[in-house]
């Protein structure tokens, strides 16, 4: 098994702290929608926007280059956990981007791979983890490149037609997805709140060897880890002492 083989895992750290969630709401609602960013396109700020914003979720970044409208200041813990429990130091953060869920927005089968390579994401809160769900097609060919990994799948030439559902193990998990060699979309069933968080690194734009180093032995040993809920390219068993 190699970093790529792995489509999606739980990972091994600490869960994203408890917010006030209400707070956070409200922050979201005063500063949504964010025109100057999502304006922006093909930058390398996680935005994905460059088509129009209509996806199941809003996009409202925390942090894109600089920290937005007092987030830092307003949600220290989220801050910390990303430096403190990740290790990523806040000038290696990129961007944070936060996807809350459109309530009133069912599902659209919204087949995509996200721009960024390194994959971190965790959700400040998945409420109902049963019945709305993440799910993942692998794509046709296993072939690694260097591209531009935002991509909307809108037929089945470049991807399996069979449905994978991540586990979750928890409302406030951290994990991993792979944009190289899989699609991801979400169901949305009920009207319940998720809030998934995308980290973008310094990665983004240079070679940060040791924090890409670090991140995949931390994606490896936890699909190892968390085999049962994770989600392989190959079986995942030929990773076993590696
Ligand atoms: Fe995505």
Redesign the pocket.
């Known amino acids: 098994m190699n970093l790529y083989d792995i489509v999606y895992t739980p990972l091994d750290l600490p869960p994203c702290p408890k917010i006030d969630l209400g707070k956070l709401d409200s922050w979201i609602e005063s500063v949504y929608p964010q025109t100057e960013l999502l304006k922006q396109s093909g930058n390398k700020l996680i935005a ?1 926007t460059n088509q129009k914003d209509e996806f199941p979720w809003k996009v409202v970044w925390a942090k894109a280059l600089e920290w937005k409208n007092n987030f830092d200041k307003l949600f220290p813990e989220i801050v910390n956990y990303v430096v403190n429990d990740w290790g990523i130091p806040d000038q290696d953060i990129l961007a944070l981007t936060l996807l809350p869920k459109r309530i009133s927005d069912q599902s659209k089968g919204f087949w ?3 721009l960024d390579k390194l994959g971190l994401r965790f959700y400040i809160d998945f409420e109902d983890t049963v019945t709305d769900k993440l799910i993942f097609r692998k794509t046709l060919t296993n072939k690694i490149e260097d591209k531009n990994l935002f991509r909307v799948f809108k037929t089945s030439s470049e991807i399996e037609n069979k449905i994978h559902t991540a586990g979750i193990i928890d409302h406030r998990q951290p994990y991993y ?1 792979n944009n190289y060699l899989a699609a ?1 979309s979400v169901e949305n069933t009920t009207d319940k709140r998720r809030i998934a968080v995308i980290i973008a690194t310094n990665y983004e734009i240079g070679a940060n060897v040791e924090l890409k180093k670090k991140i995949d032995n931390l994606v490896i040993n936890s699909a190892l880890k968390f085999h049962n809920q994770a989600i392989f390219w190959n079986d995942w068993s030929d990773g076993i002492g590696i």
């Open positions: 994905g995509h791979s996200d997805l991801h």
